[in-house]
Nanobody, 115 residues
Framework: QVQLVESGGGLVQAGGSLRLSCAAS????????MGWYRQAPGKQRELVAV???????NYADSVKGRFTISRDNAKNTVYLQMNSLKPEDTAVYYC?????????WGQGTQVTVSS
């Protein structure tokens, strides 16, 4: 079993920054990918950013140039630096880990961007 603990959400004004963290613990043998998804009210959950074992990253078009995903392999922790935040970034952000074919999700952290 893998546990994911997220932190770093909150309320920020448009143009501000937040940094999300997600620490994975438990039966971690091989993490293939770590990433962040988000879900706004009334909308489907969508991929925000992902980083795979090789270090390659992928971003949703809506966050390219503003968000940066990074990973500390020694700590099994993934980060999401969010800059130039917009009201449309408001959502619950979920950490996701793919490990040996199994998906693991964090509990979610609220990010609210006021205009």
């Amino acid at each position: 079993q893998v546990q994911l603990v997220e932190s770093g959400g909150g309320l920020v004004q448009a143009g501000g920054s937040l940094r999300l963290s997600c620490a994975a613990s438990g039966s971690i043998f091989s993490i293939n990918a770590m990433g962040w998804y988000r879900q706004a009210p009334g909308k489907q959950r969508e991929l925000v950013a992902v980083i795979i074992r090789s270090g390659s990253t992928n971003y949703a078009d809506s966050v390219k140039g503003r968000f940066t995903i990074s990973r500390d392999n020694a700590k099994n922790t993934v980060y999401l630096q969010m800059n130039s935040l917009k009201p449309e970034d408001t959502a619950v952000y979920y950490c996701h880990v793919l490990s040996r074919g199994s998906d693991y999700w964090g509990q979610g952290t609220q990010v609210t961007v006021s205009s």
